[in-house]
């Protein structure tokens, strides 16, 4: 009798194997990548997709926030590879053709459409967090439906700001300035010495307690006209939370309508 084990695979119901067609690399640990999308597949901006690779006989399986633009014909995501991690690992050399598994559904409740009201969206990202909000963005209904668009991407240092051309000519977009939302872009470093003029310097949470992110921004971050969503370091999404709670904000509810919503990456 043979004792080769079964070969693994995964059901094409759960998900299907799609081709990577570009990696661009930020920075030495930091890189994007898009692959074909799956067939019908749907996502709100805002979600996580979840991706596998095969490694041996094993299937890894990982979540990913979609950069890309619900509209779009690929999807992308944007990484950090983490030293020693298990499944960043096998991307360190992924190149165009490569199969990658992304799962048919997409999961996830950071997204815009969980606010009834406000008129100002902050959106507050530490690291790789800026991802979701990159299709955020880009969403035109996010324009309309808010006077102030806030992003607040806060990273060790400056090589790490990832996606600044893209982000600096969203408002040039005549789909999103029809809405008539004004876009802040505040960029935070946090190990960085010599940060560009402009750039605010500290955590979130600094930034927050302090009160530079606010007067940067121009605006009060109120109950009555602040919406936030948070993204990445879960220890800065805590922290945040506590803040932001004592200040009279609440989390969204299934059924009870709030002033956050947030996604920890770990
Ligand atoms: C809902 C959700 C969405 C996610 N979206 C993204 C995304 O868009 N981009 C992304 O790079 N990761 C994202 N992640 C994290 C991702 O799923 C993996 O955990 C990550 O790529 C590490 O996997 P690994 O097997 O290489 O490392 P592991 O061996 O699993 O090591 C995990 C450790 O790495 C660190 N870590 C994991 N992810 C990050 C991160 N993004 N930034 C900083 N440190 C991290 C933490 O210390 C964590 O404990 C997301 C996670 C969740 C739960
Ligand atoms: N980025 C790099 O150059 C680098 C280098 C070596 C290894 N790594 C590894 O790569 C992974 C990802 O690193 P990363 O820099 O993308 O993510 P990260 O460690 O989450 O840091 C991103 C930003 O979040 C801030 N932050 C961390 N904890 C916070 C908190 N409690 N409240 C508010 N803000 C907080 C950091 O500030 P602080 O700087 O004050 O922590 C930093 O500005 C980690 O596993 C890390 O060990 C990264």
Not at 122 to 146: E, R
Request: net charge neutral; hydrophobic share 40%.
């Amino acid at each position: 009798m043979s004792s080769t084990p079964p070969k693994p695979t995964v059901s094409p119901l759960k998900a299907s194997t799609e081709t990577v067609t570009s990696v661009h690399n930020w920075t030495d640990k930091l890189f994007s990548f898009r692959t074909t999308r799956p067939a019908g597949y749907q996502f709100t901006p805002g979600q996580f997709a979840r991706l596998g690779v095969t490694v041996g006989e094993e299937t890894l399986w990982r979540a990913y926030s979609v950069t890309s633009a619900a509209t779009e014909n690929e999807l992308e995501y944007f990484l950090v590879q983490v030293p020693g991690g298990l499944f960043t690992e096998q991307l360190k050399h992924l190149k165009p053709g490569d199969p990658v598994l992304v799962e048919k559904f997409s999961y996830g409740f950071m997204t815009a459409d969980r606010f009834v009201d406000g008129d100002d969206l902050w959106m507050l990202a530490t690291g790789t967090g800026l991802g979701p909000f990159i299709s955020i963005l880009q969403d035109p209904m996010v324009w309309q439906k808010f006077r102030n668009l806030i992003l607040v991407h806060c990273v060790r240092n400056a090589e790490e700001l990832a996606y600044q051309d893209l982000l600096s000519t969203l408002p040039l977009r005549p789909e999103l300035a029809a809405g008539g939302a004004r876009l802040q872009l505040i960029r935070a470093t946090t190990r960085d010495a010599k940060a560009v003029a402009g750039d605010l310097q500290g955590r979130i949470t600094t930034l927050l307690t302090s009160g530079a992110l606010e007067a940067a921004a121009g605006l009060p971050i109120t109950v009555e006209a602040s919406r936030v969503m948070m993204c990445g370091n879960p220890e800065m999404i805590t922290e945040t939370r506590e803040i932001l709670h004592q200040r009279g904000l609440r989390p969204c509810r299934r059924a009870v309508p709030g002033q956050f919503v947030t996604e920890d990456y770990w």
